[in-house]
């Protein structure tokens, strides 16, 4: 491939928005088509974002021109939309989940493979120059050897912003899997695969309302756990804690440290791209100086901010050049793995083994940039 990759989206709800964006913003990427359930929706997407084509999801798949789908569908439907992509020979980027069962997901791995076509899973906040800085920190021993992490996600819960929230609270949402893969896919991409979990899930109540939007005032069903607490074993042998809430008072996002044997690395939050933001200290290492006095140094950051839409890039770029992309399948489906199996412990009581495994993911170079054509 030497010319700009072909990209068409499907689902042209609240998060396409940032997706176009970005993709209209990158020359190696050129967004042809727009599909959603509703047409019209993709429609306007596509008028204000100056995409020649929209229609349904199936006006995407048949568009000649899209090489890859960006699958921005419910979680529901996420691995028989990628299916059919693959099944007409287009890539796939997918948002998080890869898919909400395990034999589905693996299927679509085999059938992606089997077709010679790529599949690509968010996050792609793993790709960001906020975590790709500390994973050359880490791999560079500015804390030493790593030990133990712990995370953190509490907040009041979507349901006070989203207009239609009842999906995040439905069966493949909920904080562990809506928010989980963030912090997860950070944690693996960083340390390496997870070998083991033991978890812990609650649900106060089985009814919230909807609080912004048309449909304000409205209740809605609560499916799964709302706040959930989760144990780590890595196969490196480090051991994670891990809280994530919709039930909290306290907000308290993109809590997320690593220690190790000379420091700590305080991590951006794994839901943004930069190491600073909002919630916690910007990127840095807390020294360990054996004194009550400890050094705060403050690691500065490598690459341009973007935002979703780097891994599509990624994907497009690794295409042209025969190279590993960051954010793969498999990545996405050892965190799935790992979320699903942290589901079945908090059902069960049980410390649950993690049957898959994944290969060491890849650095971004530190001159990635997203803004200069390198294709065509």
């Known amino acids: 491939m030497s010319a700009p990759l072909g990209v068409g989206i499907i689902g042209a709800g609240v998060i396409s928005q940032t997706y176009l964006e970005n993709l209209t913003s990158f020359p190696d990427v050129r967004v042809v088509a727009v599909g959603d359930l509703i047409p019209e929706r993709a429609r ?83 790709l960001g120059p906020g975590f790709q800085t500390a994973k050359r920190a880490i791999a560079e021993g500015v804390i030493g050897t790593p030990q133990f992490v712990h995370t953190a996600f509490q907040t009041q819960g979507p349901d006070l912003w989203h207009p239609e929230p009842a ?46 939007g048309p449909r304000a005032g ?22 994670g804690t891990h809280l994530l809430s919709f039930d909290s008072a306290l907000e308290r996002h993109g809590v997320i440290e690593i220690h190790g044997s000379e420091g700590t690395l305080v991590m951006p939050d794994p839901n943004a791209f930069s190491g600073r933001t909002a919630y916690v200290k910007p990127l840095g290492v807390l020294r360990d100086g054996m004194s009550v006095e400890q050094e ?39 965190v799935l793995d790992v979320l699903l199996s942290a589901q079945d412990s908090a059902a069960t009581g049980h410390y649950l083994e993690i049957e898959s495994t994944v290969g060491a993911v890849p650095l971004v170079p530190a001159e990635f940039d997203p803004f200069a054509a390198t294709l065509g």
């Open 44 to 126: 306007a997407q596509a008028d204000e974002h100056g995409v020649p084509a929209w229609g349904d999801a199936d006006a995407v798949l048949s568009n000649p021109d899209v090489d890859l789908v960006v699958n921005l569908t419910i979680p529901a439907t996420h691995v028989e939309i990628s299916s059919r992509a693959v099944a007409a020979g287009k890539h796939v980027w997918t948002e998080k989940p890869l898919g909400l069962d395990r034999e589905s997901t693996r299927a679509l791995l085999r059938e992606a493979d089997a077709a010679g076509v790529r599949i690509g899973s968010a996050p792609d906040t793993i």
């Open 167 to 212: 999906f995040l609270f439905a069966a493949g949402a909920g904080p562990l899997l809506d928010m989980g893969p963030y912090y997860f896919s950070a944690l693996v991409s960083l340390l390496g695969p997870i070998a083991g979990v033991a978890a812990r899930g609650s649900r106060w109540r089985t009814e919230r309302q909807i609080h912004t």
């Open 296 to 334: 705060w140094i403050e690691v500065e950051q490598q690459g341009t901010v973007v935002g979703r839409g780097l891994g599509v890039l990624d994907m497009a770029r690794a295409i042209a050049e025969d190279r590993p992309h960051v954010a793969t399948g498999e990545l996405g489906y050892h």
């Open 218 to 239: 409205e209740s809605f069903a609560v499916e799964v756990p709302s706040t959930v607490q989760v144990l780590s074993t890595f196969e490196g042998g480090q051991q």
